[in-house]
């Protein structure tokens, strides 16, 4: 992973959480993801932010500590996570100012801010799986995966109200009226052609 496309992450929401896993190994979290620093020297909350271009002045505004993973949020395998394909539902929407993508699980969806994503997209191939992990507090996060080794841990886009939902139903709504026309005009040019 690419430490620059972390960092722009964490600064966009001027957020630098260090923790570690059972193993030892660093991670950043950002406020709505984790990554795995995996090649970095041992970071400190001035350090991480030093080597992420934050100015000495800047430094206060941050929300920069180090905590202990008590959630178990770094774990490489929990009980009960679900794999996913990591085929994404092939839409997505803009809403609340993000550009969310839903993925599909057995039970409805998640939706996930794309941007999270881009740190774990790599130029080779690799075996990246996704798994969606209900964490103690109810929310679900998406672990995703290079192979067997856990690399990021995304929370889910909660969406309270039903705004979405609703904006997406007009939009199926419009959008199978469109079809239901464009396939009566065409039946019509058939028709006339017939005539002729």
């Known amino acids: 992973m690419k430490f620059s496309k972390i960092a722009a992450l964490a600064k966009r929401e001027k957020t630098a959480i260090l923790m570690r896993d059972a193993d030892g190994v660093q991670w950043l979290g950002t406020g709505s993801a984790a990554y795995m620093l995996g090649g970095m020297p041992p970071l400190d909350t001035d350090t991480v932010l030093t080597v992420m271009g934050v100015p000495e002045d800047k430094k206060s505004t941050w929300f920069s500590v180090e905590k202990e993973d008590r959630g178990k949020l770094l774990e490489n395998d929990v009980p009960g996570e679900e794999e996913v394909t990591a ?35 790599r130029k080779e191939e690799g075996y990246r799986r996704f798994f969606i992990r209900e964490m103690e507090n109810g929310i679900r996060a998406v672990a995703v995966k290079e192979g067997l080794v856990l690399t990021a841990v995304i929370m889910e886009c909660r969406i309270e109200s039903n705004d979405l939902a609703d904006a997406l139903d007009t939009l199926a709504g419009r959008y ?20 002729i």
């Open 87 to 121: 085929d994404n539902a092939g839409i997505s929407v803009i809403y609340g100012g993000k550009l969310l993508m839903p993925i599909y699980t057995m039970m409805g969806m998640v939706w996930i801010d794309v941007e999270l994503l881009a740190p774990t997209d």
């Open 176 to 195: 199978r009226l469109q079809k239901t026309m464009e396939e009566r005009k065409e039946n019509d040019i058939q028709g006339t052609i017939g005539e």
